[in-house]
Structures are given as structure tokens and as C-alpha cells.
């Protein structure tokens, strides 16, 4: 067992994917490195080697329990209980998973951050409580379920109620999951809204007009809820309308994930493969070098926050967005940016809208929007969790 008193720990339960959370661990981390900060990072199982995501010294753990909630949540609280013994320093513990485990057997102090209203998550049972229904609007619209499953459902509502009523702060990253906690389970929470770290090197030159070819990206897991078939039909709707024109474009899929093959095959279907590229999981530099080709940046997903975007804004990169990213909340009301009211359609019209603006310049002549900086993130959240 690690000896990790005087530590801070940051507890991500399930390391699988790099996405939003695993981000955001590493913002932590790279932050309390520079500050020479003891810190851990404790996870029950890390199958992606997030360490070969950071250029220093990642602590990491992996407790390793039986797979069942009540194994985890044991083999939690053991590890809380014997690497913080001084208990100097509460946990910060992410997702609604860990409220639920802290629900179930945990007594002590700890932190915890979401990065997702509980709306958007897929896996979790307990938006099929009765009385989950009642306080969340979103939750009424789900199909009916079985009884056994309601009972399910609301038993892990209780447990995730509990949890969050014993952390002694809750951080969010938008006003929506603030809101979402409210309604479910009667908790204030603060948003602290993440960023990225700017050292990108260059910014993206977004000229662009009609007579040249239209370089679009996108960068997600490729998953449903990351809507990149929308991103096909929409691109394919914009070839048919302009044929007699065709106005030169290429799009670059950046990204793996169980939808990969369904969403090759729909562009083969939609008769794009001679102008878009899949180009799975790349290297930062590839990544890079994918954003210095962009012209333009889209991301209709339905998601807690959105980091993709920003990353493309902060690189001068024109936006395309959906009001469902949470990301949205901090970028109406400027040129640089597009946000989707709808479905596929109204993703070709901002699309189209876009392409005036760049083809005009308009928005060459705007200021774009100021973006959030990750090391000020992290600092705020160790503020917050007094770590610092």
C-alpha cells in the first residue's frame, strides 16, 4: 500500500478513455507538481496508461477491488482511511459514482467534482427512481421501466443523495449540472468552469473563401452522444445543395470509439470518403497539426462540457457548437462562434453560416471570445479543497 500521508488524493473511479475527467485529473496533477505538492491519484482500474499522457511524475494507484459497488466502496473508504491518516486534507473525489460509493459506507470529509449532469449519464440507474422523476424534469421524458429496475433506481438515488449531502463542497463545471443538483438532491455546488493551457505554439490563420478548400475538424470520442453522424449528414446536405458550385472542403474525424465503423460506413453510404479522413487516436503533435489544417471546428454533442472547442477557439479556429455542450454557456453572443438550436439540419445551417462569415471575413475583424485557462482551474479547485 502506498504511503500517502500528507498527500493530497484525487480519486477518478474508472480511468478507460481519455476524455473530459481524465483531463481534468491531469490539470490537477501538473499543477500541484509545480507547486511541489504531495498529491496521488487513485483510481480502481486504469486500462488507458494515463501516465503516457503527462510529461512529469504521475502518482497513480490503482486499488484494484472485486467489481461490485459495495467491494468498491469498501476498498475506497480502506484506502482513504490508511493513505491520509493525519486527514490534514479532505479527497477530492470525482463523479457521481464516488457520491454513491460515499453514500454507501463513508463518514469522513471529502470534495467532489462532477463533470457531468447526471441527466447525461448513460449508465446510471437511478434516473429511473420515482422520485428522481419528480424533481427533474428531463427524467420524466425517459421510457417506462420495469418495477424491479425503478426499485434499482431508486435505491442508488438514495445513496448518490447521501453522498452528495455529506461532501463538504460540491464543484461543477456549468450552471446546468449546478442546477440538475439542486432539483435532485437539494445541494448547492460551485462551477468552476475548466480551460486549456495555451501552449499551442501558433493560431490557426481562419481566412477562407469560396475558391478554396474548406478544412473542417472534429475531435471526440466516436460515441453517440458526440453526434458526428449529424457532422456526416450535414456535410453531405451541403455537397448535394451546392453541386453546381462545390466549394472545395475536407473533414477530419479525430477520435475512436465504439461508433467508428457505423460511422465509416454512413460516410461510404453518403458518398464522403473522398473527402473525409478517420483518423482515430493520434499524438499530441498529430493533434496539433490536425487543428493548424482547420478552417473550421465542429461539435454538436450532447455533453457535460465540451474542452474540444475551446482548445479550437483558443488555436483561432471558428466554432460550431450545440446548445447541449455545456461549454455553450460562456460562448453566445460572438462572432467566433455558432450555436446549434436543433438537430442535423440546423447544424448545416450553422455551418453555412459560418462559411459566410469566413468568406466575408467578418470574423477576422471580431474579437474572439476570452478563453478559460486550465492552470487557473486547477488552482481555484485546490483553493477550494484548501490544498493550497
Known amino acids: 500500500m502506498i504511503q500517502a500521508e500528507h498527500k493530497r488524493v484525487i480519486f477518478l473511479p474508472f480511468i478507460e478513455a481519455f476524455g473530459g475527467s481524465e483531463r481534468l485529473v491531469l490539470d490537477l496533477s501538473r499543477f500541484l507538481h ?32 472485486k467489481r461490485n459497488s459495495l467491494s468498491e466502496a469498501r476498498s475506497l473508504r480502506d484506502f482513504l482511511k490508511l493513505n491520509d491518516r493525519s486527514r490534514a486534507e479532505s479527497p477530492l473525489l470525482f463523479d457521481l459514482k464516488s457520491a454513491f460509493y460515499s453514500g454507501i459506507l463513508s463518514d469522513r470529509s471529502f470534495f467532489l467534482h462532477l463533470t457531468d449532469p447526471p441527466s447525461l449519464l448513460p449508465s446510471d440507474i437511478s434516473k429511473y427512481a420515482g422520485s428522481a422523476r419528480r424533481q427533474l424534469p428531463e427524467f420524466g421524458t425517459l421510457p417506462k421501466t420495469t418495477i424491479t429496475r425503478g426499485l434499482r433506481g431508486e435505491l442508488v438515488h438514495r445513496f448518490n443523495q447521501r453522498g452528495m449531502r455529506r461532501a463538504s463542497k460540491i464543484i461543477v463545471m456549468t450552471d446546468k ?20 493551457s495555451s501552449k499551442n505554439g501558433f493560431a490557426c490563420d481562419p481566412r477562407w473563401t469560396s475558391s478554396d478548400s474548406l478544412r473542417i475538424l472534429s475531435v471526440s470520442r466516436l460515441e453517440p452522444s458526440k453526434r458526428i453522424d449529424w457532422i456526416l449528414h450535414a456535410m453531405a446536405a451541403i455537397k448535394s445543395k451546392y453541386s453546381t458550385i462545390q466549394p472545395g472542403w475536407r473533414l477530419e474525424i479525430v477520435g475512436e470509439g465504439p461508433a467508428g465503423e457505423s460511422l ?14 478517420f483518423l482515430g487516436h493520434v499524438s499530441n503533435d498529430e493533434l496539433a497539426s490536425a487543428y493548424s489544417r482547420a478552417s473550421l471546428f465542429l461539435m454538436p454533442a450532447a455533453q457535460g462540457y465540451g474542452l474540444p472547442a475551446l482548445e479550437a477557439l483558443d488555436r483561432k479556429i471558428p466554432t460550431v457548437v450545440h446548445k447541449d455542450s455545456g461549454v455553450s454557456e460562456i460562448l453566445r453572443g460572438n462572432p467566433w462562434v455558432e450555436i446549434v438550436d436543433g438537430d442535423s439540419e440546423d447544424l448545416t445551417k450553422a455551418i453555412e453560416i459560418m462559411m459566410d462569415r469566413l468568406n466575408s471575413k467578418n470574423v477576422l475583424t471580431s474579437a474572439a471570445p476570452s478563453i478559460p485557462k486550465s492552470s487557473v482551474w486547477a488552482q481555484t479547485v485546490c483553493s477550494v479543497c484548501e490544498w493550497v
Open 177 to 196: 449540472i449546478r442546477n440538475e443538483l439542486r432539483h435532485l438532491y437539494g445541494v448547492d455546488s460551485l462551477v468552476v468552469r475548466p480551460g486549456v
Open 34 to 65: 509545480g507547486e511541489e505538492i504531495p498529491h496521488v491519484l487513485a483510481c480502481f482500474r486504469n486500462t488507458i496508461d494515463l501516465q503516457s499522457y503527462a510529461d512529469w511524475p504521475l502518482p497513480l494507484h490503482q486499488i484494484r477491488p
Open 264 to 277: 465509416k460506413k454512413l460516410a461510404t453510404e453518403l458518398g464522403l470518403l473522398d473527402r473525409t479522413s
